[in-house]
């Protein structure tokens, strides 16, 4: 069965704390591996997509890691603003539909 | 990307009634469809809207509970009908400008039973 698992559930860093977050998947044919932040009362907003391991991809202080069983957000030197739940999700081949992780909620403290 | 609305924002329902959610998006899409998320939980997709046809629907979901329309390729609602508390939850919609790309997501609609 396809599955996606993320840790920790719940993360709390001091200000330009470096910390990683983790997705495990399980899935047939990883077409794609997404991440998103969600702050409360809203909407997921897109981040990054990866496709094959070893694939990179970075955006100010958040760099996306894949390899072939999971995948890791690292958040450099993390601001206050930072403080959001991250989604990750698996997209397996013959379908369109994502696989949810449960998220991680990060809180950084000033 | 995509920009996408959700209407109502948020709402409070009693028992037994049903609620109209809409989502407009502001250029034609792909894919359009429907996720529940109960509080503290992660997302569960409830249907794929499709334009001309009706909705494809996962396990646990039917079609009289939660009835979807797609009348074009900007636009969906979904209707939670005969609602009970368990159906307190965000509704979201999202969008796929193509299969097996990112998908983007509407703000939400937040709805409480009583």
């Known amino acids: 069965e396809d599955q996606v698992t993320q840790s920790p559930e719940a993360l709390r860093l001091q200000e330009g704390e470096s910390s990683s977050l983790n997705c495990s998947y399980t899935v047939s044919g990883l077409r794609g591996l997404f991440w998103y932040r969600q702050d409360p009362g809203k909407g997921p907003e897109f981040l990054f997509t990866l496709y094959s391991a070893g694939e990179e991809k970075e955006k100010e202080r958040l760099k996306a890691t894949l390899t072939k069983k999971e995948s890791f957000l690292h958040i450099t030197a993390p601001k206050p603003e930072d403080s959001a739940t991250y989604l990750c999700?698996?997209?397996?081949?013959?379908?369109?539909?994502?696989?949810f992780g449960t998220g991680t909620r990060l809180k950084v403290l000033a | 990307s995509a920009v996408i609305s959700q209407k109502p924002s948020r709402d409070i329902c009693q028992r037994g009634t049903s609620l109209t959610i809409q989502c407009q998006v502001d250029s034609q899409v792909t894919m359009m469809f429907w996720y529940r998320q109960q509080p503290g939980q992660s997302l569960t997709l409830i249907a794929t809207a499709n334009q001309g046809s009706e909705a494809t629907y996962e396990s646990g979901f039917v079609i009289d509970k939660f009835p979807i329309s797609r009348p074009n390729l900007t636009f969906s609602t979904l209707t939670v009908s005969n609602m009970s508390p368990e159906d307190s939850s965000i509704y979201l919609c999202?969008?796929?400008?193509?299969?097996?790309?990112?998908?983007?997501f509407g703000p939400g609609t937040r709805l409480t039973v009583t």
């Open positions: 999700a698996a997209l397996a081949s013959g379908t369109y539909k994502y696989i």
């Open positions: 999202s969008v796929g400008l193509s299969k097996g790309q990112e998908q983007y």
